[in-house]
């Protein structure tokens, strides 16, 4: 008997079962190979797989798995002990991996399943982002619109524009289908409709401004929805079928140019608002998002200031314009106020001459009848006609003067003459009238009083006369002092400061009355030209009222001060003033009563051998000025023409006479070419003269102009061209012979 | 006549002729240029004067004659005869000439006319003057005597 190593299976074989079981464990062993093959193919495949180990873990677990069942498929026939082993072995392998693979997952599978759990996170966050990116750009763009509109708004500065360009972007900006503003009307009761982007609109369609929808608009700065079919919103007629898109409504502050103070910021407690009204196109599923609303206000807000410097420069434009018409106007009062200056300038100089002479005549003739034979009637009316006319004369002396004194023309007369002597003169001439009205006259003169003075003798006694005749004219009773000193400080007037300077000393002149007084009212009055005090007493007394502003103008001149004090009417009064006068270097050396006459010395006693040469086209002139000119002493040589003129002179002579009658500038040209040939030797030129008939200032300039050195008017008297010839021999030049 | 008389004639005369305007103190001065070195000074003058006015005189009564009247001819010729008569002194003359100029501006050929007459007329008053005055002198000269200095009284 041989005893068999095989193990017989546990249970008889059935054939069909058998079978089945073969087979699965056939396809299971396939299946358990194939899977690890699979694995590696495809993680050799894949780039990233952190679990190599367990890879191979696990391969080796299905390997095995795979191993033992098909080592099972030779155990269900009678098999030998060795096939058991490796049957045994392979289990227990199997055993084992399949344990430690058990063990290995546990830690794995969380992970793995983590690794799922972080994706779907992610895969939701990249969701997230994308949303928010999207959320971003529109509102970049929205920002964007904002810009482009601003900038569109601000890039004008017309009312009009700006809000007609604001409904135009923000139409295109939202893509709605109507937009419109409302503005408030002048008596602010109504809201009048005043721009729509699309539909055109009637005039003068207004909304009263009470409306509680207007009232929340206007109550907040934001941009409120309303319903599509309030008043402001129903612009267009509503179709049924339409379904109204949203509507929504902001406010723009509409800032008065008051509420602009300095360091202010304007209140926005403004009363006055814009209301603007956007449309969605209707029929759309539109809604109005929370960033649209934004940038509506955010518009609303730069419409705002865009209106209010509009309103500004229109503001600015319209000051300037009135500025600009204001300056025209000005301009041409001033050319009406110069032409009227001028026009009485020239009619002051016409009058000035043509008063003048007639007046002369008059004057001069009736003194000459004077002196023929008359009847005492005929006397007495020529003494009338004189004393008349000589009044006239006065006045009218007055007026000029003053004009000129005004104008700022009259220029002081200086000479040198005697003080004392001036004011007994002015005494001798008013003594008569005041011993008819039996009024004394007392003159008091300082001790220090200079006697030689300079200063304008005739302007002086002219101040004075007219003070001192005042005093008489309007003193019916009393005395009159005159009182001169030389003063040194302490004058009435603060602002006039008295400095006697080394040559100069003021003199002050009071004189006092005891007449009818002033009215300390009306003693500013005194001084204006015209004015004259009501009273009838004083009326009759005549006079223009000239006198005392003509005098103060004088004394003013000669840089002094003149001013009345009165007590009060029938006290009297005082009338003082001050001059600035030159001392003399004579005073008290010299005892003459008159003013000495210091006779021109000739400095050259006689012109004994000077020669000289004498153009002049007409003979018998010729020969006269050759004739005085050979008593003088001259060596004459005469020319009758230009051309001989230029031949004949030389370095020799010393002066030349040119006659230059005849008009036109030839005459002049000649000058002109002396200039020309002596131009190398300066100092040799002869002096020229030109002899002429006109004493014009023009001819003057014209002699000036052309090179001459002097102007003689003819014809000329031997005494005078001696005086002539000395002077220019001194000083080579000579325009004051005329 | 004796001397005295002459003289006094003399004086009278030449008073006469300044009252009456024919001449003005021009002629004074020329007087005084008179001495000893220029005795004959105011005959030669006043002759040669009368030379000029003359021809100036000529020359115009042609020039107005004239179918076209150049005026530019005209005024100097006036021009010239005022002077020459203002530096002798006769007074009227110049005036005239004065006048005539004038109108010489305003091309006005009929006054021209008128005043060619007048300036004539003065012209030839005062050489009659001057001369009457000169055979007066001469005579005086002649007896022996001198020319008194004319004084006037203004």
């Not at chain 1, 079981?21 to 396809?27: G, M, P, T």
């Not at chain 1, 992610?122 to 509109?149: C, F, S, Y």
């Not at chain 1, 025209?328 to 016409?350: G, Q």
């Not at chain 1, 009326?539 to 004088?554: Q, T, V």
């Amino acid at each position: 008997m041989e005893v068999c190593n095989c193990i017989e299976p546990q249970w008889p074989a059935d054939e069909l079962l058998m079978k089945y079981q073969y087979i699965s464990d056939f396809f299971i062993a396939i299946a358990y190979f194939s899977i690890p093959l699979e694995l590696i193919y495809f993680v050799k495949k894949s780039a990233v797989f952190p679990y190599r180990w367990v890879l191979v873990q696990f391969g080796a677990f299905i390997v095995l798995c795979g191993a033992t069942h098909l080592i099972n498929l030779w155990t269900f026939t009678t098999h030998s002990r060795t096939v058991a082993l490796v049957m045994t072995t392979a289990k227990v392998l199997t055993a084992v991996v399949s344990c430690a693979t058990a063990l290995m997952l546990v830690h794995i599978i969380p992970d793995l399943l983590s690794v799922k759990t972080r994706e779907l996170f992610l895969k939701n966050k990249a969701a997230e982002l994308d949303r928010e990116m999207g959320l971003i750009r529109t509102q970049e763009e929205t920002g964007r619109h904002v810009r482009m509109l601003t900038h569109e708004i601000r890039s004008t500065l017309d009312r009009h524009t700006i809000l007609k360009t604001t409904l135009v972007e923000l139409g295109r900006t939202l893509a709605l289908e109507e937009c419109a503003l409302w503005m408030p009307t002048r008596t602010g009761l109504e809201l009048q409709l005043s721009y729509t982007l699309r539909h055109q609109h009637p005039v003068e369609y207004t909304v009263p401004i009470q409306l509680p929808v207007i009232n929340q608009v206007f109550g907040t700065s934001r941009a409120v929805k309303i319903s599509p079919n309030s008043p402001v919103a129903r612009l267009r007629p509503v179709s049924g079928k339409y379904m109204l898109g949203e509507v929504v409504a902001v406010r723009v502050p509409l800032l008065h140019l008051s509420n602009f103070q300095i360091n202010d910021w304007p209140e926005l407690s403004t009363k006055r608002y814009a209301l603007m009204v956007l449309m969605l196109p209707s029929d759309s599923a539109r809604q109005w998002h929370v960033h649209e609303l934004e940038l509506v206000e955010v518009v609303a807000d730069q419409v705002a200031v865009a209106l209010s410097h509009a309103a500004i420069l229109e503001e600015s434009m319209r000051a300037r314009n009135l500025l600009m018409e204001q300056n025209v106007a000005l301009d041409l009062a001033r050319r009406e106020a110069e032409t009227a200056i001028r026009a009485r300038n020239d009619f002051l100089a016409v009058m000035n001459h043509e008063m003048r002479t007639p007046m002369h005549a008059i004057i001069a003739l009736s003194s000459l009848l004077q002196e023929t034979e008359l009847t005492p009637e005929q006397r007495l009316m020529v003494e009338t006609i004189l004393k008349s006319s000589n009044l006239l004369a006065t006045l009218m002396n007055d007026v000029l003067d003053l004009s000129r004194l005004e104008d700022g023309s009259l220029q002081l007369e200086l000479g040198t003459f005697n003080l004392h002597t001036l004011f007994r003169e002015v005494l001798n001439l008013i003594k008569p009238i005041a011993v008819v009205k039996k009024l004394p006259i007392t003159l008091n003169l300082a001790p220090d009083l200079p006697e030689f003075v300079v200063g304008d003798e005739k302007r002086l006694m002219q101040i004075i006369l007219n003070i001192v005749g005042n005093a008489v004219k309007f003193s019916k009773q009393g005395s009159i002092s005159v009182t001169a000193l030389v003063t040194k400080s302490d004058t009435r007037d603060a602002d006039f400061f008295v400095v006697p300077t080394g040559s100069h000393f003021y003199l002050r002149v009071k004189v006092k009355d005891s007449g009818a007084g002033i009215n300390p009212q009306d003693i500013p009055k005194l001084f204006t030209k015209f004015a004259q005090t009501q009273s009838l007493a004083t009326r009759s007394s005549g006079g223009s009222g000239l006198g005392l502003a003509i005098s103060k103008r004088f004394v003013n001149l000669m840089e002094g001060n003149i001013w009345i004090e009165s007590d009060g009417l029938g006290k009297g009064c005082t009338a003082i003033f001050d001059v600035k006068l030159g001392i003399s270097e004579r005073s008290n050396e010299s005892k003459q009563s008159g003013i000495p006459k210091v006779p021109a010395i000739p400095r050259h006693s006689s012109f004994t051998g000077l020669k000289v040469l004498v153009m002049d086209e007409n003979g018998v002139s010729r020969m006269v000025t050759k004739g005085l000119l050979v008593h003088l002493g001259c060596e004459v040589t005469t020319v009758s023409s230009n051309e001989e003129c230029l031949r004949v002179v030389s370095h020799e002579h010393k002066v030349v006479f040119m006659d230059v009658c005849l008009p036109g500038v030839e005459n002049y040209q000649i000058a002109l070419r002396i200039h020309e040939k002596f131009t190398k030797q300066r100092h040799q030129r002869p002096l020229l003269v030109a002899l002429t008939g006109n004493t014009d200032k023009s001819t003057k300039e014209k002699c000036m102009s052309f090179g001459l050195d002097g102007v003689l008017l003819k014809p000329v008297s031997l005494d005078n061209m001696r005086d002539v010839l000395s002077d220019l021999l001194e000083r080579r030049v000579l325009y004051e012979g005329m | 006549m004796d001397l005295v008389q002459m003289q006094k004639s003399l004086q009278d005369y030449t008073k006469s002729l300044f009252l009456e305007g024919i001449l003005d103190s021009q002629f004074l001065q020329l007087q005084q240029l008179q001495d000893e070195s220029n005795p004959d000074f105011v005959s030669q003058v006043v002759t040669l004067f009368f030379q000029d006015s003359d021809r100036i005189l000529n020359d115009l009564s042609l020039s107005l004659d004239q179918q076209v009247v150049d005026f530019k001819k005209v005024d100097p010729h006036v021009h010239q005869l005022k002077g020459s008569s203002s530096s002798i002194g006769a007074q009227r003359v110049k005036n005239a000439c004065v006048v005539f100029r004038s109108f010489c501006e305003q091309q006005n050929v009929e006054a021209c006319h008128r005043c060619l007459q007048q300036v004539k007329q003065e012209y030839y008053l005062v050489k009659n003057r001057l001369e009457t005055l000169f055979k007066l002198e001469q005579q005086i000269v002649a007896s022996g005597g001198m020319i008194p200095a004319v004084e006037l009284g203004f």
